[in-house]
């Protein structure tokens, strides 16, 4: 397991993060029941591997099966015996936790509200990394980075981060932090895989010159690249993804990439899977990869990406057949600084 900086924070994370999304209980609230079906024993057992593996870094929400997730993660590592310092925590605030008009969004009434319901259901005194978990149109800003800098202030957390925002509206939030003096984002989750490279054409270049840290969540496309479905899939495809085709991708492209993803999972005695996450980890602007398992044996699959390393001709044709088509202005951009800058990314060691 290698450890990689939370952000430009002097705190190091696992490259790859335990994902609690799937906690929880089978017919739980509505959305979550067909996700969120690994109950406490299961999760205990779960984590435990994750952590003799040397993962450090678990990711919730409040909002996954509205607080069971997060019930879970903090009685398992009370279970566990799990030192707090040992482990950081990071859960997420936006959804809906109810159906009141002020239930949801990134207003300082909600954040606050969330806060103490989260700190409860973990069991814990702090957050390490509190996240906004999406867009809020109607609240400014400036309020909710002076609300999550007060929270950073009393030490109920220790650093903040955002999910699922455009590149502008990260670059803006950055701005008002550092005119403001408030705590920066130091992260950015965001959905990221061999068959949804998006991510590339703005956010990733502006991570890279902020030093934030990229958490990728669904790094398996929903489980379209787990190598049970598409051409020369074995058996009949059956999953998540068959009920829930989330999140969309060009399917045409992703077959292209499994296509060659078996050739070499074939050669490396790995598992489509695994060489679909050890595309993600060879990237240097990846700082941790959220994994959800609901079973031993798919987070064994998983765990395995950290020891299967590429090699440069892997790399190159994965990044060949999977390459986002060209659009305005990055077209006109790379042909303006062409031997003028160095590559931008190069693969890790």
């Known amino acids: 397991m290698r450890y990689n900086e939370l952000g430009h924070t002097g705190i190091f994370v696992s490259e790859i993060c335990l994902g609690a999304m799937t906690f929880g209980e089978v017919g739980g609230p509505a959305q979550w029941g067909d996700i969120a079906k690994v109950d406490q024993g299961a999760?205990?057992?779960?984590?435990?591997r994750s952590l003799a593996a040397g993962v450090n870094f678990i990711d919730t929400a409040n909002v996954y099966s509205l607080g069971k997730s997060e019930k879970i993660v903090g009685q398992t590592l009370k279970n566990?015996?799990?030192?707090?310092?040992?482990?950081?925590?990071?859960?997420?605030?936006?959804?809906?936790?109810?159906?009141?008009?002020?239930?949801?969004?990134?207003?300082?009434?909600?954040?606050?509200?969330?806060?103490?319901?989260?700190?409860?259901?973990?069991?814990t005194d702090h957050i390490d990394l509190y996240q906004i978990h999406g867009t809020d149109p109607v609240t400014p800003i400036d309020e909710t980075l002076r609300a999550l800098d007060e929270l950073v202030s009393r030490n109920l957390v220790r650093y903040i981060g955002v999910s699922n925002w455009q590149a502008w509206r990260i670059a803006k939030a950055l701005g008002i932090s550092e005119r403001r003096?408030?705590?920066?984002?130091?992260?950015?989750?965001?959905y990221y895989s061999i068959a949804g490279r998006d991510l590339e054409r703005e956010i990733v270049p502006l991570m890279t010159e902020e030093k934030l840290g990229l958490m990728v969540w669904s790094p398996l496309a929903g489980g379209l690249l787990s190598g049970k479905y598409g051409p020369g899939a074995?058996?009949?495809?059956?999953?998540?993804?068959?009920?829930?085709?989330?999140?969309?991708?060009?399917?045409?492209?992703?077959?292209?990439?499994?296509?060659?993803?078996?050739?070499?999972?074939?050669?490396?005695?790995?598992?489509?899977?695994?060489?679909?996450?050890?595309?993600?980890?060879?990237?240097?602007?990846?700082?941790?990869?959220?994994?959800?398992?609901?079973?031993?044996?798919?987070l064994e699959q998983n765990l395995a990406a950290t020891k299967l390393r590429l090699d440069e001709e892997d790399i190159a044709r994965l990044?060949?057949?999977?390459?986002l088509p060209k659009e305005y202005p990055g077209w006109m951009l790379e042909r303006q600084m062409a031997g003028r800058r160095p590559k931008p990314f190069e693969p890790k060691e």
């Not at 999760?43 to 435990?48: G, H, L, S």
């Not at 003096?181 to 965001?190: D, I, K, M, N, S």
């Open 43 to 48: 999760a205990d057992r779960i984590v435990e």
């Open 80 to 123: 566990l015996g799990v030192k707090r310092k040992d482990v950081v925590i990071a859960t997420k605030f936006h959804g809906a936790m109810g159906s009141g008009p002020n239930d949801r969004g990134a207003s300082r009434g909600h954040i606050m509200d969330q806060v103490e319901g989260s700190l409860e259901r973990l069991q």
């Open 181 to 190: 003096g408030f705590a920066r984002f130091e992260t950015v989750q965001a």
């Open 234 to 298: 074995p058996g009949n495809g059956e999953g998540r993804r068959t009920g829930f085709d989330f999140p969309p991708v060009d399917k045409d492209r992703a077959w292209a990439s499994v296509a060659v993803m078996r050739e070499i999972a074939a050669r490396h005695d790995s598992s489509v899977a695994t060489v679909a996450l050890a595309w993600i980890l060879s990237k240097p602007f990846v700082m941790s990869i959220i994994i959800g398992a609901s079973r031993m044996d798919q």
């Open 319 to 323: 990044d060949e057949v999977s390459a």
